[in-house]
């Protein structure tokens, strides 16, 4: 496996680190003080094609690698963790899944708008029952005459407050078999959706409940057969998770810079606190670990770009990454110390931002479960 970038996969790092350095690291305290979904960030990203960047070109996307797509999730996330969500949401589990599923007809219908950053994608799977045990949903779709009805609530829908399409996972039969997906369009009478709710971290990022009340879906927005849902829901899960780790990854890498610069820069006992063991060594234990997230990524992410199963190598990049950004943030407000523990400086924003990683797209103990399935099988 070759690790060094392509020069347009490198083009990709730069053009996003030059917009996340001129429109989002601006706009990052107003998004965190008044958790407004940042529509115009978005809106501008779609016109450089980062709404779409691993959609094809017949399909209105950008028609880059998934690669180049991860670097910009990665990039993006060093200035804020809550675009780079944004993005990953959109992308991997709210357009993915029409490309990968939908009918032609879908797909000319949606995946141009959401590729564009015209539309914004959400997904919605968990319910407040039914989180990690993602097979245990209850919203029910009833087939009457050309239309689904379905009845039911989704919680924590990353997106939904801006969100013009959701990725709605419904029960059409028992067990995991009986459960199918749906596009729905955000004005389809009887959704409603509900205030976002207030956050430790990721402010701005539109998590919202729906509600599906005697709501009316056209037949022809079932997304795959009938009972195809879970599975769909899985292989989507799968690409998103190396999504997640990239956000991860993304914000250990801005709290790690933070730490190093801070601790060459902050003076204690007559020298810089970096000169000491404790600190360095700590420095030294983070980067390796930084290096080898970045490496179960890359991993992970050929083998997506092969088409080859990637469920086992996805799982352990989440799982590893996140808990890299958790604790090199920890870490971060560790080496800051007092000020680390202040809104003035970002680390405690990192250490925010990281513990959710650790939490969505499946907790890190679900990944356990997926990597342990995967080698026991
Ligand atoms: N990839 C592909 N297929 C998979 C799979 C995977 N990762 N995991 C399970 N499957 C398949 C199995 O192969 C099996 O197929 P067959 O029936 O054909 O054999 C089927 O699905 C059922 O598998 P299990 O019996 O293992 O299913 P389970 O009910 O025990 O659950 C689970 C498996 C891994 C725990 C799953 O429920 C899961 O991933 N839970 C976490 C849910 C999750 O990640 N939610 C995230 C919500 S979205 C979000 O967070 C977005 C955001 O805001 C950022």
Known sequence: MDLTFTEEQEMMRKMVRDFAKDEIVPAVEQMEKEDRFPIEIIRKMGELGLMGIPIPEE???????????????????KASAGVGVILSVHTSVGTNPILKFGSEE????????LASGEYIGAFALTEPGAGSDAANIKTKARLEGDDYILNGSKLFITNGIAANTFITFART?????????????????????????????????GTVTLSFDNCKVPKGQLLGEVGEGFKIAMANLN??????????????????????????????????????????????????QIEAAKLLIYRAVDLAERNLPHSKEASMAKMYASNTAMKTAIEAVQ?????????DYPVERFFREAK????????????????AKNLLN
């Open 59 to 77: 399909y209105g996307g950008t028609g880059m690698d998934y690669t180049s797509y991860i670097i910009a999730i990665n990039e993006i996330s």
């Open 106 to 113: 879908q797909k000319k219908k949606y995946i141009p708008k």
């Open 173 to 205: 039969g028992e067990g995991n078999k009986g459960i199918s997906a749906f596009i729905i369009e955000r004005d389809t009478l009887g959704l409603s959706i509900g205030k976002a709710e207030k956050k430790m971290g990721l402010h701005g990022t």
């Open 239 to 288: 690409f998103g998770r190396i999504g997640i780790a990239a956000q991860a990854l993304g914000v250990a890498e801005a709290a790690f810079e933070h730490a190093v610069d801070y601790a060459k820069e902050r003076e204690q006992f007559g020298k810089p606190i970096a000169h000491n063991q404790g600190i360095s060594f700590k420095l030294a234990d983070l980067a390796t």
């Open 335 to 343: 080496i800051y110390g007092g000020y680390g523990y202040t809104e």
């Open 356 to 371: 959710v990683t650790q939490i969505y797209e499946g907790t890190n103990e679900i990944q356990h479960i997926v990597i």
